[in-house]
């Protein structure tokens, strides 16, 4: 059965990323995934939009999928349908580097999630970044 992380390897996980990958970002204020990519941006983190659908979110530039970002990121920030998830881990997986992947909450893929940890990343599931921030290190950052 699959496991997140303890308190002390998320705070790590918070303490020390600066560039977030957020795949399915919208542009749109009231949505849940623009929401929480503007609080992580206020706190510090460089926020990269992956979503085809849009040219830009939060004054970045959007990218259609991951492997077109140019540089590599500390997190990789989920918020798709479950059932999206394992493309978006076999695309996390053909990256030349390997980043946190952080499913938010109500992203739930045990398989996919256990197949990432096999390969030895570390997987976040069910989550919410910026309750964890919260939670973990208010509002310092």
């Known amino acids: 059965m699959f496991q997140n992380p303890d308190d002390a390897i998320l705070k790590e996980i918070l303490s020390n990323s600066r560039r977030i990958a957020v795949v399915g970002l919208s542009n749109k ?84 999630a256990e197949k990432a940890r096999v390969r030895g990343l570390t997987v976040v599931m069910d989550r919410c970044l910026m309750v964890e921030h919260q939670r973990l290190l208010g509002d310092s950052c």
């Open 29 to 112: 204020p009231e949505r849940d995934s623009y929401r929480v990519a503007h609080y992580m941006k206020e706190r510090g983190y460089e926020i990269i939009p992956v979503n085809p659908m849009i040219h830009e979110a939060l004054g970045e530039r959007a990218y259609p999928e991951l492997r077109a970002i140019p540089h590599p990121v500390d997190v990789v920030n989920v918020f798709r349908r479950a059932e999206e998830v394992p493309e978006i881990i076999e695309a996390v997986l053909q990256l030349n580097f390997q980043p946190v992947i952080w499913l938010q909450l109500g992203v739930v893929h045990q398989e996919a």
